[in-house]
């Protein structure tokens, strides 16, 4: 109303229908963007959920584009349908060039068990051809034998499906068993490279965050081994539950002479003590000493 009321003419035309129609138009794709980065800034975000984010947030505007048309109505609004169809156009023609850049990653769902076939004839003949097209793409990176992977893959579904693996992460802890090391020493590259992708800038951000925090203008001399440190710490997110302090108080005190030896301190801190006091006892005898030899001089002047 205040702007409206102006005596400046811009200031009346910001209050137009039009301006008030996009302003409406932008609060509603704001809620979509901004619970779409949500998504995108948690942790562990594989190749299928940030595909199927993406889709939904295309879904969105997309129902936005079709609904409302008030081109039958005043001028102002035909022009406000206009500005509505070319901004969501923009966003859906942007986000559909990012997810066919995640295209090229398709492939990598194939460590995702919860796409798997259920049955087992089908899993046998399941993403062999993937992971031949994965070997020569990264062929330059990765440098695995195909048959020797090719085997090993086998071998990985067939555990998984025994285990009841449902997620990347539990095909993680197949190929980490400690019991067996080498069994899936190749396939374990490919599967650690699945979860290597960076599907967003998230993390990044988050360390440019916490980085701007810890080198501040009050500690704007940190060298560049203490600074990773900090940020080592902050970005490790471990919780004070579950943080076990005994491998680095026992690092704390490896790097230096700081064992405590109990009987010689003790024997020391008695020394120390009886030193002290032999040595207070002596300014004590001096003082009363000096005392009464000037009580002595006094009393002799006053004989005289």
Known sequence: ??????????????????FQCFLTHMVDIGNILKTTSIRFQKE??????????LMVAIGQFKLMLDAGDHSAQTVSNAEADIDKTDL???????????????KSFDHFLVFDPSTWPQEMQGL???????????LQ??????????????????????????????????????????SNPD????????????????????????????????????RSRLSHARLSAHMHIHLSKETTETFNPKP??????????????????????????????DAEAEDNECDTEEDNGGDSAVDSEEDF
């Not at 009321?5 to 039009?18: F, M």
């Not at 562990?44 to 984010?53: F, N, S, W």
């Not at 969501?88 to 995640?102: G, K, P, V, W």
């Not at 026992?250 to 008695?270: C, F, I, K, P, V």
Request: proline share 2%.
């Open 88 to 102: 969501l156009s923009a966003l859906i023609e942007e986000f559909e060039t990012r997810y066919d850049s995640l």
């Open 44 to 53: 562990k975000l594989t190749i299928g959920e940030c595909k199927d984010e």
């Open 248 to 277: 680095a108080v026992d690092l704390w005190m490896e790097t230096a002479n700081r064992r405590l030896n109990q009987g010689q301190g003790s024997t020391s801190t008695a020394a120390a003590s009886s030193a002290t006091q």
């Open 183 to 218: 069994a899936y020493s190749n396939i374990k590259e490919l599967v650690k490279l699945s979860l290597a992708l960076p599907l967003s800038s998230a993390a990044c951000e988050r360390g440019f965050s916490h980085l701007n925090i810890i080198k501040n203008k009050y």
């Open 137 to 178: 793409k990264y062929e330059a990176i990765l440098q695995l034998n195909k048959d020797i992977t090719l085997t090993e893959w086998m071998r990985l579904k067939q555990a998984a499906k025994r285990l009841g693996a449902s997620s990347v992460y539990d095909l993680v802890q197949i190929v980490n068993n400690p």
């Open 124 to 134: 046998h003949s399941f993403g062999n051809t993937t992971i031949c097209n994965i």
């Open 1 to 18: 109303m205040q702007l409206a009321t102006s005596d400046n003419p811009d200031l009346q035309h910001i209050c137009t229908e039009r």
